[in-house]
């Protein structure tokens, strides 16, 4: 089982930033895919951002040209750079890497 930690998330402004992280217990570099996704309240978990070994990546449309997923392979993490942020990307943020799934961390964007 692929344990994976997540970090970065908190309190930030609308229209402000925060980069998320996703550290895997396993080496990444072959693994075809991995994302982001995000859960709000009362809603179901959606999927925010994948990357591939590639490197291709695709995005939800709320988040598109905001987002940036990204991944370190030497460190085995894999990154979401948020920017512009709005009250509406409040939600517990999680990474997915083949079957596993990290604990969650909590994203708020309010004044």
């Known amino acids: 089982q692929v344990q994976v930690v997540e970090s970065g998330g908190g309190l930030v402004q609308p229209g402000g930033s925060l980069r998320l992280s996703c550290e895997a217990s396993?080496?990444?570099?072959?693994?075809?895919?991995m994302g982001w996704y995000r859960q709000a309240p009362g809603k179901q978990r959606e999927l925010v951002a994948r990357?591939?070994?590639?490197?291709?990546?695709n995005y939800a449309d709320s988040v598109k040209g905001r987002f940036t997923i990204s991944r370190d392979n030497a460190k085995n993490t894999i990154y979401l750079q948020m920017n512009s942020l709005k009250p509406e990307d409040t939600a517990v943020y999680y990474c997915?890497?083949?079957?596993?799934w990290g604990q969650g961390t909590q994203v708020t964007v309010s004044s």
């Open positions: 990357i591939t070994s590639r490197g291709n990546t």
């Open positions: 997915n890497i083949m079957t596993s």
């Open positions: 396993v080496r990444i570099f072959s693994i075809y895919a």
